[in-house]
C-alpha cells in the first residue's frame, strides 16, 4: 500500500482514537459467535442439533483406508483437510479457555464450550487408539488444494498418516496429550467417566511422545503431506514440555513436576522464546507452569516465571525490553500470514497471567518499569477491541460481528451454495466460478475470525488473499478465553 494511504488511514484512526477507546462492545454477542463458528468447520456425522445448517454431512469414509474409523474432527481452515498438530493445539486452547474463564461464562456458552471441545476429543481419541502410534492427519493436501469444492462433495484422496513406533511424533503427541489432559479438567465435573478416558489416554500418548523423540514432519510419508503447511518448524522439545506441564495439572503427580523441572534446559525451556501458536509453546508454557511456581513458591521453576515475565516486557511498549512490533492502529504484529493468530493468543496469554499476578499480588519488574495486572488486561482488551472493528479500517475481522466484516473469505463451505440451495455435487474444478467472483460469500460463517490486516493495518476483502482472509480454528480458540474474560468485565479502558 502507498505511503500516502497509510497516512490518511493512521490520521483518522488517531483523529477519532478518543471516542474509540470508551466505545461498547458486545463481548457476549462476539463469544456466542466466536464458539458458533466451531459448528461450521465439523467434519462427520452433524448432530441434529447443528446450528450452521449450510453444513451438511462429510468426510464420512476418513479412516477407511487404513480399515479404521477417523471421522469427526474440525477442518482447520477454509480447506477441507484434517490436520492434527493445529487441531490438537485448538482443543487445547478451547480447554485452557474454560479452566481459566469458564466460571465468567454464561451456563449456555460453557455448555456450548464443551460440545466444541468434545468434539476434536473424541476425534483424537480415535487417533491415539493404535498402541505406540498415532494417526496425524487426514486428507491429501495436494489434491485438496488443487479444488474449490464443498466439503460435503469431496473427491479428492483422503489419505491417512500415521506414524508408528519406533518413528518419532513428538510434537503431535505431545500437543494431543496437552489437549487430552486439558480436557480432561473440563470434563471433571461434568462427565467424570469421560474425563478419566481422556486423562488415561493423554499418559499413554505422552509416553509415546517422551520414548521416540523426534518431529513426525521428519517421517518421509508424513512430510509429503504436512510439508508446507503444518511442517514442525521450530522443533518437538517444546510440545514434551508442554505436555507434561498439562499432565502434571491435571493429576498433581510429582512424577510431571520433576519431568518439567529436570528437563527444563535438555528441552530448551531457557531458550526464551517470544511465541506462542500452534507450531510453537514456548510462550504459553512458560505461563502455564508460573502458576505452579505463584501458586506454591516452587523456586525451582524459577526458570519459567522468569521467561513468563521477559515475555510481558517484550509486549510493553513503555519499556526497554520491548521488541513486539504494532501496526499504526495498534495491533500486534509478527511476520509472516494469519497474524491475527498472534494477536490472540497473546490476548489469551496477557488475561491469564494478569490472574496468575493478580492472585498472588505480584508485578512484573520491567526494568524501570513495574506492569502490573491491569497493564496487561488494558493492552490484551485493546487487542480484542481492535479486532472487533476499533481499527483504522472500522472493520470487524470476525465475521457476522456488527455490520462491517469481511464477505468474501477465503473459505470453501463459506463461499460454495450449500447443499440445501444446491442439491447436485460441485466438482472439483466448477468450484472455481464462485472462487473468482467478486459477489460475497452465500454462506455467512457467523464467529469465523479471519487472517487479518497487514502491517499497515489494510485488509483487501479479497478472496483469493488467503494469508489475510482465511480464518483458522486456532484464530479462535484462545479468543474464547479472552471474550468470555472481557464479557464479564466490559468496563471500558
Known amino acids: 500500500m502507498n505511503f500516502i494511504l497509510r497516512l490518511i488511514l493512521t490520521l483518522i484512526f488517531l483523529t477519532n482514537a478518543p471516542n474509540l477507546v470508551h466505545s461498547y462492545h458486545n463481548y457476549q454477542e462476539a463469544l456466542t459467535k466466536c464458539i458458533l463458528f466451531f459448528e461450521g468447520q465439523r467434519s462427520g456425522y452433524l448432530p441434529l442439533d447443528q446450528r450452521v445448517d449450510w453444513r451438511a454431512n462429510s468426510g464420512l469414509g476418513d479412516g477407511s483406508d487404513r480399515g479404521v474409523d477417523l471421522t469427526g474432527g474440525y477442518y482447520d481452515a477454509g480447506d477441507n483437510v484434517k490436520f492434527n498438530f493445529p487441531m490438537a493445539f485448538t482443543t487445547t486452547m478451547l480447554a485452557w479457555s474454560v479452566v481459566e474463564f469458564g466460571e465468567l461464562m454464561p451456563p449456555i456458552e460453557v455448555r456450548n464450550s464443551l460440545v466444541a471441545i468434545k468434539w ?50 513428538s510434537d503431535v503427541a505431545g500437543e494431543t496429550a496437552a489437549a ?91 531458550d526464551n522464546i517470544n511465541e506462542f501458536g500452534w507450531d510453537n509453546k514456548h510462550a504459553g508454557l512458560n505461563v502455564l507452569v508460573s502458576k505452579e511456581m505463584l501458586d506454591g513458591n516452587m523456586y525451582s521453576l524459577q ?95 470476525m465475521v457476522g460481528y456488527s455490520t462491517n466484516y469481511p464477505k468474501r473469505i477465503h473459505h470453501r463451505g ?14 472439483c474444478k466448477e468450484g472455481s466460478i464462485y472462487f473468482n467472483s467478486s459477489d460475497p460469500n452465500p454462506n455467512v460463517h457467523v464467529g469465523a475470525i479471519v487472517g487479518g490486516p497487514g502491517q499497515d493495518d489494510v485488509y483487501d476483502d479479497n478472496r483469493a488473499d488467503f494469508r489475510k482472509s482465511e480464518p483458522t480454528t486456532y484464530i479462535n480458540a484462545p479468543f474464547v478465553g479472552a471474550l468470555a474474560y472481557f464479557g464479564a468485565n466490559p468496563s471500558p479502558l
Not at 121 to 143: C, E, F, H, M
Not at 219 to 246: H, I, K, M, T
Open 414 to 427: 463459506s463461499s460454495l451454495p450449500s447443499v440445501k440451495a444446491h442439491f447436485q455435487p460441485i466438482a
Open 120 to 169: 476434536a476429543t473424541d476425534y483424537l481419541l480415535k487417533t491415539v487408539a493404535r498402541p505406540n502410534g498415532i494417526y496425524v492427519q487426514v486428507g491429501d493436501p495436494i489434491s485438496d488444494h488443487n479444488c474449490w469444492e464443498r466439503p460435503e462433495d469431496m473427491d479428492t484422496k483422503r489419505t491417512s498418516y500415521v506414524v508408528d513406533a519406533p518413528n518419532p511424533a
Open 303 to 397: 526458570l519459567y516465571k522468569s521467561s513468563a515475565d521477559s515475555f510481558m516486557c517484550s509486549l510493553i511498549p513503555e519499556t526497554t525490553a520491548s521488541h513486539v512490533d504494532y501496526s499504526p492502529g495498534g495491533l500486534i504484529y509478527k511476520p509472516g500470514g494469519s497474524n491475527l493468530q498472534h494477536a490472540t493468543t497473546i490476548t489469551f496469554l496477557l488475561l491469564v497471567y494478569a490472574n496468575y499476578l493478580e492472585k498472588s499480588s505480584e508485578t512484573v519488574n520491567c526494568g524501570t518499569v513495574d506492569v502490573g495486572p491491569a497493564t496487561l488486561r488494558k493492552l490484551a482488551q485493546r487487542q480484542v477491541n481492535y479486532i472487533l472493528g476499533e481499527n483504522p479500517m472500522g472493520l470487524s475481522y
Open 180 to 270: 487430552l489432559a486439558a480436557s480432561s479438567m473440563v470434563f471433571r465435573k461434568a462427565d467424570p467417566g469421560y474425563a478419566d478416558t481422556l486423562l488415561r489416554n493423554a499418559i499413554t500418548t505422552f509416553q509415546y511422545a517422551d520414548n521416540y523423540r523426534g518431529a513426525y514432519s521428519d517421517n518421509s510419508d508424513v512430510r509429503q503431506g504436512a510439508c508446507p503447511f503444518y511442517c514442525d518448524f521450530d522443533g518437538y522439545q517444546d510440545e514434551l514440555l508442554w505436555g507434561a506441564a498439562w499432565l502434571r495439572r491435571a493429576t498433581q503427580n510429582d512424577t510431571y513436576l520433576n519431568y518439567i523441572q529436570s528437563n527444563a534446559h535438555t528441552l530448551g525451556a531457557d
